[in-house]
């Protein structure tokens, strides 16, 4: 059994094909799916998923992209969504400096805001954060205690270990089998197995040999095998493992 702890298949790349990509991930043995609210509109989606298929969980929120457009009709969407019997987290939330297509001062308060209600409905987060390591440290320390996911992990060591003694979760995406990904593949074996979780990231990062395709939550199966061999491990320990950290995460 495998999970897929964060995709987005209410994208319109799955548009004209999700049943089949939800049959071909239960024939890959992986039983659960959670689909990552990113926008209003994903959330919505997220949600509609979950309601629709047994095997997907929903999570909700807004992503620091969307910040400049936030506003509190948004907001109490959000929070009414999140009450949801299949919402298992809030997210994808967080910092981007990367790609800052909103303003830093607009991904700030929208951050805290959506972690604040995490708080209040007792729900874990699936943090989002690129070139604001910092930052998003800072904010998750000044709200602690939190359960938190550090999602498409691509920090190094100190950031590695940070997020571990702040008792969060790592979850490694496909790109961990890219030619250029050594440090990546490092940061892997240094992440202790009952920390870990797999995530597609899709429609996003297709695996080596499958770069430039859509991604599926079937390859979940591959990214576990990647896992296992990074760390010397067999298989069905990954599985097991990852799966557990993911019930135990998500409460499913
Ligand atoms: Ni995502």
């Given at each position: 059994m495998l999970v897929e702890t964060h995709c987005h298949l209410d994208f319109p790349e799955f548009d004209h094909d999700r049943d089949e990509v939800i049959q071909r991930a239960k024939d890959q043995g992986i039983d659960y799916i959670v689909n990552i609210g990113s926008s209003l509109k994903?959330?919505?989606?997220?949600?509609?998923?979950?309601?629709?298929?047994?095997?997907?969980?929903?999570?909700?929120?807004?992503?620091?992209?969307?910040?400049?457009?936030?506003?509190?009709?948004?907001?109490?969407?959000?929070?009414?969504?999140?009450?949801?019997?299949?919402?298992?987290?809030?997210?994808?939330?967080?910092?981007?400096?990367?790609?800052?297509?909103?303003?830093?001062?607009?991904?700030?308060?929208?951050?805290?805001?959506?972690?604040?209600?995490?708080?209040?409905?007792?729900?874990?987060?699936?943090?989002?954060?690129?070139?604001?390591?910092?930052?998003?440290?800072?904010?998750?320390?000044?709200?602690?205690?939190?359960?938190a996911v550090?999602?498409?992990?691509?920090?190094?060591?100190?950031?590695?270990?940070?997020?571990?003694?702040?008792?969060?979760?790592?979850?490694?995406?496909?790109?961990?089998?890219?030619?250029?990904?050594?440090?990546?593949?490092?940061?892997?074996k240094f992440t202790p197995l009952d920390r870990l979780m797999l995530e597609t990231d899709a429609p996003y990062l297709s695996p080596e040999g499958f770069r430039g395709k859509r991604n599926e939550p079937a390859q979940i199966r591959l990214l576990a095998e990647a896992v296992a061999a990074l760390k010397g491990l067999k298989l069905d320990e990954v599985e097991r493992a990852t799966t557990e950290n993911a019930r135990r995460f998500f409460s499913f």
């Open positions: 994903g959330s919505l989606a997220s949600v509609e998923l979950s309601r629709k298929y047994e095997s997907i969980y929903a999570t909700v929120g807004i992503h620091p992209h969307e910040a400049d457009t936030f506003d509190l009709e948004t907001g109490e969407t959000i929070k009414g969504l999140a009450k949801n019997k299949k919402v298992v987290a809030i997210g994808e939330i967080g910092l981007d400096y990367f790609k800052r297509y909103s303003k830093k001062e607009n991904q700030l308060p929208l951050f805290l805001a959506q972690l604040n209600l995490a708080k209040e409905l007792n729900l874990p987060l699936v943090i989002h954060t690129r070139d604001a390591q910092a930052d998003t440290l800072k904010i998750l320390k000044e709200a602690m205690p939190v359960r550090v999602h498409c992990f691509s920090g190094d060591n100190l950031f590695l270990k940070e997020c571990l003694d702040l008792g969060f979760l790592i979850s490694f995406t496909c790109n961990i089998t890219y030619k250029k990904a050594q440090d990546l593949r490092e940061i892997v």
